[in-house]
């Protein structure tokens, strides 16, 4: 079960990233949806970190 939800995380770190990437490449990004953005990416990626082995 952890393996999926691992997957589950990886592809929403990903999809964030895209995001991300297309906020970032608009004429006028917004700071906020930016901001929101990484938050989110640093909270999922500080969840993965908790499977990594250490």
């Given at each position: 079960?952890?393996?999926?939800h691992i997957?589950?995380?990886?592809?929403?770190?990903?999809n964030?990233?895209?995001?991300?990437?297309?906020?970032?490449?608009?004429?006028?990004?917004?700071?906020?949806?930016v901001?929101?953005?990484?938050?989110?990416?640093?909270?999922?990626?500080?969840?993965?970190?908790?499977?990594?082995?250490?």
């Amino acid at each position: 079960m952890a393996t999926s939800h691992i997957t589950a995380l990886e592809t929403k770190h990903a999809n964030l990233e895209a995001k991300l990437h297309d906020e970032l490449n608009r004429p006028a990004p917004d700071d906020v949806a930016v901001h929101a953005l990484k938050k989110q990416k640093l909270r999922i990626k500080e969840e993965l970190a908790q499977y990594s082995p250490a």
